[in-house]
């Protein structure tokens, strides 16, 4: 009989799992979700009466309220979801190597391990198992021998593959509506019917066509390949904002005129001072380590040079802003306006503004720091894990961290944007400029076009700069 899921366990509350099984919770009344997390200070917010949840993301609070405690429920309490699910996803963290084998760039996959190994040791019962992590390509492979190799007698295990394609910011829009669901699936009889079971599940809400069914490896290799063009888009834009500081032509409106072309689009052209975030890195990284195992050393670098890129530009960016300040930042005053890899996030991974700052603390430049939903904690922690010689004390004497992007702007010699936050659009230049300081002798003309160069090569044109010169 084609399989129909009742219970779904998540295991891992983070970014990814959280959202997605709050959405899915939400959309199917019918089903119950349960996410499960080793982390019971992560668990807790989940579950705190105010729902203070653990991640900011526009629109999730709402939908956790309307579900939790009726057919969505968080628990840290992994062997009892795993025993009642009909299907698990796999939702837990995959960081790049930090040592051994493919250190800096395979994916480190013990915790996809040890979360399997679970399954494999407490399920009674059959079960599908959906990797939804993003993961090299084969790693459903090894999933399924860890879950065969561990397997009860009758019980059997079938692994799908189900990337999220969510971007931060606007995961609860992207779930609600997503451009596609792809599922990957064995093409055997037992796994095209664990694949129907999950895209019954999503056929709640998802208009048919855009539910996707492939081969397992299609399927891994789909997400890496997204994620690397989406990078490389950014990286080539950002390529060409080089050229045009070197010429005086507008990277914005290059941008404009080349996405005007329907086969190129306007989407994700903007020039930045470096993309960020957890997935974008990460998978280009595996991209190329998984074609240099495949001995392809063309492929693995053509898609390296996305990343150093990347590096040259966040780079440049810093040497821009030193330059701008007459070739010596010690001792100044920046203002670093955001802190988070993008708007509309509390999340900090592979942040720009990380390595920005870094770049001014290495010159010993003083640094303040505003950002609306990143905690004055994680700042440190970043800090600390970015300048792992420096004694935290030592940082705490050169970064300051404020409250609102005003305060953080009085009396700076410099002010970066390295989060296109949208209040940011908002501020008051004119009272910013009027509060900034001078360099003695310098003139309002070279003061007015300094702060403006800095201000400009951080952020496209969006904001205004036509403040006056003021007396
Ligand atoms: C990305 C993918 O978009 C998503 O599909 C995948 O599931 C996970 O990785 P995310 O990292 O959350 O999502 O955010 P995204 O909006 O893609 O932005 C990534 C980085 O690129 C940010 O630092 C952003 O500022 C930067 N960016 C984006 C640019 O520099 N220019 C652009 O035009 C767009
Ligand atoms: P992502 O952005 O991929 O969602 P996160 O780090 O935000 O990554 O979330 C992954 C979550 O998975 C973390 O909260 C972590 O505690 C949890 N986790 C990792 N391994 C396990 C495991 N074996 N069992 C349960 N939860 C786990």
Redesign the pocket.
């Given at each position: 009989a084609p399989v129909q899921v009742k219970k779904i366990c998540c295991i891992g509350a983070g970014?990814v799992g959280g959202p997605t099984c709050a959405v899915i919770a939400l959309k199917c009344p019918h089903i119950q979700v349960t996410i499960v997390d080793l982390n019971k200070a992560r668990v807790d917010a989940w579950n705190s009466p105010d729902f203070a949840v653990p991640i900011y993301e526009p629109g999730l609070v709402d939908v956790v309220k309307q579900c939790r405690g009726r057919n969505l429920f968080f628990s840290t309490d992994v062997d009892k979801a795993i025993l009642e699910a009909d299907l698990i996803f796999v939702s837990v963290n995959t960081p790049t190597k930090k040592s051994g084998v493919g250190a800096g760039f395979a994916a480190d996959l013990n915790y996809v391990e040890s979360a399997t190994r679970r399954i494999a040791a407490v399920a009674t019962s059959s079960k599908i198992v959906v990797e939804k992590s993003?993961v090299p390509c084969r790693t459903a492979e090894s999933m399924r021998t860890i879950l065969e190799a561990n397997s009860r007698p009758g019980t059997r295990f079938d692994i799908l593959s189900n990337?999220?394609?969510?971007?931060?910011?606007?995961?609860i829009a992207?779930l609600f509506k997503p451009d596609r669901v792809l599922i990957g699936s064995l093409q055997t009889t037992e796994g095209k019917e664990a694949c129907r079971a999950l895209a019954d599940v999503y056929a709640n809400w998802v208009p048919q066509e855009r539910i996707l069914t492939v081969g397992l490896w299609s399927s891994e290799l789909s997400?890496l390949a997204?994620?690397a063009m989406?990078?490389q888009?950014?990286s080539s834009?950002?390529a060409l904002s080089a050229i045009c500081e070197a010429t005086g032509a507008n990277i914005d409106e290059v941008s404009h005129a080349v996405g005007f072309d329907s086969r190129i689009g306007p989407?994700?052209?903007?020039?930045?001072?470096?993309?960020?975030?957890?997935?974008?890195q990460k998978?280009i990284l595996n991209l190329v380590y998984l074609s240099e195992s495949l001995h392809l050393p063309q492929v693995a670098a053509y898609w390296r040079q996305v990343v150093e890129m990347n590096e040259y530009q966040k780079s440049r960016f810093s040497k821009t802003v030193v330059d701008t300040l007459f070739n010596t930042i010690t001792g100044k005053h920046i203002a670093v306006l955001g802190f988070a890899?993008?708007?509309d996030?509390g999340?900090t991974r592979?942040?720009?503004a990380i390595s920005l700052i870094r770049d001014f603390l290495s010159e010993r430049a003083f640094v303040t720091i505003y950002d609306p939903q990143v905690s004055e904690e994680q700042i440190w922690q970043d800090l600390s894990e970015a300048c792992p010689t420096t004694p935290l004390e030592t940082i705490k004497k050169q970064v300051t961290i404020v409250h609102s992007a005003l305060e953080a702007c009085t009396q700076k010699e410099a002010i970066i944007i390295a989060?296109?936050w949208k209040e940011f659009l908002e501020i008051d230049w004119q009272t910013v400029y009027a509060n900034m300081n001078r360099f003695q002798g310098e003139g309002h003309w070279a003061w007015r076009a300094r702060v403006k160069t800095v201000l400009r090569h951080s952020l496209s044109s969006d904001i205004d700069l036509n403040f006056n010169i003021g007396h």
């Amino acid at each position: 009989a084609p399989v129909q899921v009742k219970k779904i366990c998540c295991i891992g509350a983070g970014y990814v799992g959280g959202p997605t099984c709050a959405v899915i919770a939400l959309k199917c009344p019918h089903i119950q979700v349960t996410i499960v997390d080793l982390n019971k200070a992560r668990v807790d917010a989940w579950n705190s009466p105010d729902f203070a949840v653990p991640i900011y993301e526009p629109g999730l609070v709402d939908v956790v309220k309307q579900c939790r405690g009726r057919n969505l429920f968080f628990s840290t309490d992994v062997d009892k979801a795993i025993l009642e699910a009909d299907l698990i996803f796999v939702s837990v963290n995959t960081p790049t190597k930090k040592s051994g084998v493919g250190a800096g760039f395979a994916a480190d996959l013990n915790y996809v391990e040890s979360a399997t190994r679970r399954i494999a040791a407490v399920a009674t019962s059959s079960k599908i198992v959906v990797e939804k992590s993003t993961v090299p390509c084969r790693t459903a492979e090894s999933m399924r021998t860890i879950l065969e190799a561990n397997s009860r007698p009758g019980t059997r295990f079938d692994i799908l593959s189900n990337p999220e394609f969510l971007a931060e910011g606007t995961a609860i829009a992207d779930l609600f509506k997503p451009d596609r669901v792809l599922i990957g699936s064995l093409q055997t009889t037992e796994g095209k019917e664990a694949c129907r079971a999950l895209a019954d599940v999503y056929a709640n809400w998802v208009p048919q066509e855009r539910i996707l069914t492939v081969g397992l490896w299609s399927s891994e290799l789909s997400k890496l390949a997204a994620n690397a063009m989406l990078a490389q888009r950014i990286s080539s834009i950002n390529a060409l904002s080089a050229i045009c500081e070197a010429t005086g032509a507008n990277i914005d409106e290059v941008s404009h005129a080349v996405g005007f072309d329907s086969r190129i689009g306007p989407k994700f052209l903007r020039a930045s001072v470096g993309f960020g975030g957890s997935c974008f890195q990460k998978d280009i990284l595996n991209l190329v380590y998984l074609s240099e195992s495949l001995h392809l050393p063309q492929v693995a670098a053509y898609w390296r040079q996305v990343v150093e890129m990347n590096e040259y530009q966040k780079s440049r960016f810093s040497k821009t802003v030193v330059d701008t300040l007459f070739n010596t930042i010690t001792g100044k005053h920046i203002a670093v306006l955001g802190f988070a890899f993008k708007a509309d996030t509390g999340d900090t991974r592979e942040s720009a503004a990380i390595s920005l700052i870094r770049d001014f603390l290495s010159e010993r430049a003083f640094v303040t720091i505003y950002d609306p939903q990143v905690s004055e904690e994680q700042i440190w922690q970043d800090l600390s894990e970015a300048c792992p010689t420096t004694p935290l004390e030592t940082i705490k004497k050169q970064v300051t961290i404020v409250h609102s992007a005003l305060e953080a702007c009085t009396q700076k010699e410099a002010i970066i944007i390295a989060t296109e936050w949208k209040e940011f659009l908002e501020i008051d230049w004119q009272t910013v400029y009027a509060n900034m300081n001078r360099f003695q002798g310098e003139g309002h003309w070279a003061w007015r076009a300094r702060v403006k160069t800095v201000l400009r090569h951080s952020l496209s044109s969006d904001i205004d700069l036509n403040f006056n010169i003021g007396h």
